[in-house]
């Protein structure tokens, strides 16, 4: 297992929860993870489809944009593309974490600060790669967000 340094306890036990669903597998299939598993979390998951490019690298597609993210952010990018984010700066910073998930197949934190409502939040993401095979598919997001 490998040690993330989680401040959320959501995380963690998302975290738990997804190794527990890979068993000896390095990661779960998108078919092993049950949504009524992860009630303790689902309004802050997000998930996203990983769409291999022809001339190499991936291409991000969010398939679910969880209701508590929305409700933060202050929009939904379900069905949308990474680079349709409405924070170009944000997509910049998150794609050399989501291009290692997929190429490592390990997950990650990622741990940001921003200004939301005129507000200050730290958040931090836990990133998980689904697929089969050796191929990563989809990432699947835990974000919790804490004001400071």
Do not use: C, K
């Not at 998150?94 to 939301?116: C, H, K, M, N, W």
């Amino acid at each position: 297992m490998i040690n993330l340094p989680l401040e959320s306890g959501r995380l963690r036990r998302l975290h738990t929860y997804w190794r527990e669903r890979a068993g000896t597998l390095p990661y779960p299939s998108r078919a092993d993870i049950d949504p009524a598993g992860m009630t303790f979390i689902l309004g802050d998951l997000i998930l996203i489809d990983v769409l291999a490019q022809p001339a190499g690298g991936w291409r991000y597609r969010y398939r679910l944009y969880g209701s508590n993210v929305v409700q933060r952010q202050g929009f939904d990018l379900t069905g949308q593309f990474l680079e349709q984010h409405p924070w170009p700066a944000f997509a910049a910073e998150i794609t050399p974490s989501y291009d290692r998930v997929v190429a490592s197949g390990q997950p990650e934190i990622f741990t940001r600060e921003q200004e939301l409502d005129g507000r200050s939040f730290r958040h931090q993401s836990l990133l998980l790669p689904l697929g089969q095979d050796g191929t990563v598919s989809m990432l699947l997001i835990g974000v919790a967000f804490e004001a400071i």
